[in-house]
């Protein structure tokens, strides 16, 4: 409890002290079994007293089930920190073989050595374009790939389009 707590609950003893000395002409208290006369001291004391007993058994089973979470997060982390211990190792292994392998010999010829480039693919034999007058022409795409193409042949188009049409069967 903190020291502003402990304080608090000073303070408020005292208050129900003098509250029951203020308070201390006999009352009948009324028991589902049967009456008696008794002081109002004894009964707010009394009740002060169970009130404080009720809320330190609510904080003790409070404290109960902050124990029990403590323990299965501090088994939780304890796998945890194994985990990351052994995951630790395996990439410290790793390190130790990307090492090995950029120092061998043999790696380092295949590394330098250049791959081959992929096989060009085979041109299109015969397309499908649109002249200047907008109609649909079937050509050599050869002959037509082959002629240089300056700007001006560009000129109308927008970005990205071209000429030439899908090979479909029309």
């Given amino acids: 409890m903190s020291q502003l707590g402990v304080i608090m609950a000073l303070i408020f003893s005292l208050l129900i002290a003098i509250f029951a000395l203020a308070n201390n002409q006999p009352i009948i208290v009324n028991y589902l079994y049967g009456k008696t006369e008794i002081s109002a001291v004894i009964v707010i004391l009394g009740a002060a007293i169970l009130g404080a007993f009720v809320i330190f058994l609510l904080n003790m089973f409070k404290q109960i089930k902050t124990g029990f979470r403590l323990r299965s997060l501090q088994s939780e982390l304890s796998e945890v920190r194994s985990q990351v211990n052994e995951l630790q190792n395996e990439r410290d292994a790793l390190l130790i073989q990307l090492g090995q392998l950029q120092e061998s010999p043999a790696t380092a010829e295949t590394a330098k050595a250049v791959p081959d480039p992929p096989p060009a693919a085979e041109p299109y034999v015969t397309g499908y374009y649109m002249d200047q007058k907008g109609s649909e022409?079937?050509?050599?795409?050869?002959?037509?790939?082959?002629?240089?193409?300056?700007?001006?042949?560009?000129?109308?188009?927008?970005?990205?389009?071209?000429?030439?049409?899908?090979?479909?069967?029309i």
Avoid at 140 to 167: L, R
């Fill in 137 to 169: 022409t079937k050509e050599n795409v050869e002959d037509i790939a082959s002629e240089p193409k300056g700007e001006e042949d560009f000129a109308g188009q927008e970005p990205g389009m071209t000429d030439q049409k899908d090979e479909r069967e």
